[in-house]
């Protein structure tokens, strides 16, 4: 008799977004004239820019030909993609980096989830505290997080690491070291981010403690702040003890076209096991490439055109992310985010829970939010806002929250 | 300090196909001129059929447009597409299955390397032998296989049932009944098929045992025998205890568009909980949708033109595999397979190891092919062919094994 993984029966409820899905199709059956005005999750709404498309169509075009056709791509991706992310990515930011730590995936989530599988069940993570709910739940299912305590909102064996209005959303070095630290930089949900010195911190911490970074920084195009780190290789002695994971989502609107890349440094090794050939064995058997048209698409964001184009989409999202931030203080919130990253995380006011202020947004306001409690305990009493929305959305929705 | 998955220590080299690109790339370094033939990795030459072409730069061009952009999919994959499949694939067959039980995916390769995330690490699986080296792989990544004898080829923990011509390639029911039991049908790389009568003898023993079987129909649009199933679910019972996985790469084409789907169905469940349902978990934590243009490429698949289309190309593989079948056979060679399957299996002439022939193929013939060991123990003395090639190379590889 076969016997499931019961890993899985520890996971409370539903993912996140899926519970926002829910109450949000619930709300609209009992209210079908309510026009909603959706800043919840974190999709873009901007069209694919030209040199994608055009890159997108001349790939398909190759496909229709024999003698242009591709059928798999290499294990670790083209070499036309992973030459042009070291070049523009690492090189040009003085990191050293080359194509072959280089790995082509289907998506910053798919790597986020998977990247887990080349640790020990008995290794503790760290997570800041909110965070993407991705790594704990990822863990959890793998064994790896303890119990879970509906009381605490936290499991047995992950250590949490606040960041809040108390410590301006940087995370405290934990006493006692773990063995694989989360930091997503810019930080989802909180929008804020860690500058240079503040990584190169988490750099030491983790050298001196034979931890691993698992590095996110999904959200690296959006900072328009000196003094943050677009990579976690600008820090001096990286390349020894961090992995960086990579979205095509949030910069380029792949969001529905699937396309990230992860960066495991050969430097990064245990008893002489490299966990870049751990990864690589992974892709090898588990993974079987994105497709080629998306990796040419995924290209032509590098051209000089495509990055002109994709610079302005991440403008149009940013200038929203600003009136939003700027509106919301007027109105008398409090809020952070917003300048380095693409996401507002304001306070909730007069001590409503994160879902309180869900519901009253939606009822109040047709306005759909993200609660910050589902982010991890220490998100309770914030609400994250995207900026994801048009121009348009975004100012309709400012005007229903100002006059709540 | 961190503690890497020892599990993937236990691999013994590298993945099968990653060894013949070596074995490939130094021969062609000594032999620059060398005209090699490949009939080795199973990937598709022909390239993407007109009513998919059509459909991709459609989806291409909505991409483009705010009004028709699409961002994040639907966790389980696009209705259109689901709803093709199960009308399709599905009812057609007299099949019952529903649409909330199709999973869209990024490949086979990926369902079939994730699926055993579903189950307990202390579960028996039990795999036919020879078989895609991917079943295994990705178990004794997850700790669940014990240990590889380097003798025998074979891992302490695993149930090996030997598809061989001595028992003419029908797996035989394990004495003890294993967990888990992967079935490929028509089977990868014997090119062998079990019909509806054997079928259903499995589902019967798996339920009978409380068994799950782990369905990969890759290869169903290559049956040309009636008798022989498409799907599982043409068995009695099958919705109580079958996984079914399935692709685009082989019918359609998309080994580098990467599209597949895994049916999960409700009556699944152990203990109340619903092996669905965990899916959909693992859909929702660590994936995000195969790319929306993809989507799209699969619903041609399925219309009227795209139907005649893509089977006219199975066809052209067809015409490959059985010329190479009888020309095979004409000089001498024992070859099964070929039938209901785009692989020609072939008995080693002269009691050589599948690499010996291997190399001597290379050497001799310069024609790539895939040593039936790599696939297990008992594909030992065993090579496979793909049908895959172009119609002249196919035929010159024949006339170059014919002079040998």
Redesign the interface.
């Known amino acids: ?6 890993n ?2 520890k ?1 409370p409820g ?2 996140l ?2 519970t926002i899905a829910k109450k949000v199709s619930a709300y609209k059956e009992t209210n079908p004239e309510a026009d909603l005005i959706k800043l919840g ?1 974190g ?6 820019v ?1 040199a994608i ?1 055009d890159a ?2 001349g790939a ?2 190759e ?4 003698d242009t ?5 290499p ?1 670790l991706g083209y070499e036309f993609l992973r030459n042009a992310i070291v070049e523009n990515d690492y090189k040009k930011r003085g990191c050293d980096i080359s194509a072959d730590e280089v790995f082509i995936s ?2 910053a ?2 790597d986020s ?2 990247i887990q ?4 069940t ?2 503790i993570i760290a997570v800041c505290d909110p965070v993407y ?2 790594y704990i ?2 863990n959890v ?1 793998a064994g790896r997080c303890g119990n879970y305590d509906e009381k605490t909102g936290k499991w047995s064996d992950v250590v949490y690491m606040p960041c809040t209005r108390e410590n301006g959303f940087v995370p405290e070095y934990p006493a006692k070291a773990p ?2 630290i989360y930091l997503c930089n810019p930080n989802n949900p909180t929008g804020t981010a860690l500058n240079l010195d503040e990584v190169q911190g988490w750099v030491d911490y983790a050298r001196k ?4 970074i698992i590095y996110d920084a999904a959200y690296e195009s959006y900072i328009t702040e000196p003094g943050i780190p677009h990579s976690i290789y600008q820090c001096e002695g990286a390349r020894e003890c961090a992995i960086e994971i990579r979205s095509f989502s949030k910069n380029a ?1 792949f ?4 396309l990230g890349f992860t960066v495991v440094p050969k430097d990064i090794a ?2 002489g ?1 490299r ?1 870049r050939d ?1 990864w690589a ?2 892709h ?11 990796q040419r698409a995924g290209e032509a964001v590098y051209s000089a055109e495509g990055a002109k184009q994709v610079a302005e989409e991440v403008g149009i999202y940013m200038k929203n992310a600003h009136a939003l931030k700027d509106g919301l203080k007027d109105a008398g919130y409090e809020v952070y985010g917003g300048v380095n990253a693409p996401y507002i995380w304001l306070h909730t006011p007069d001590d409503m829970t994160s879902w309180e202020f869900f519901d009253f947004l939606l009822e109040k306001a047709n306005v759909v939010g993200t609660p910050g409690s589902g982010f991890g305990p220490s998100g309770e009493h914030y609400f994250r806002l995207t900026a994801f929305g ?1 121009y348009e959305d975004s100012m309709r929705a400012l005007e229903r929250i100002k006059k709540l």
């Open positions: 008799m076969y016997k499931i993984n019961t899985y029966q996971l539903s993912y977004f899926s999750i999709d873009v709404t901007q069209p694919l030209p498309i997108l169509h398909v075009d496909m229709a030909d024999k056709f591709r059928g798999y791509a294990d289907d998506g989530k798919s989830g998977n599988e080349l640790f020990g008995d290794n709910p991705v739940d990822s299912m063995d694989i403690n034979g931890s691993i609107g969001t529905g076209v699937r245990a008893g096991v966990l751990m064995r992974r090898g058997t588990k993974f079987n490439g994105a497709p080629y048209i998306v048009t």
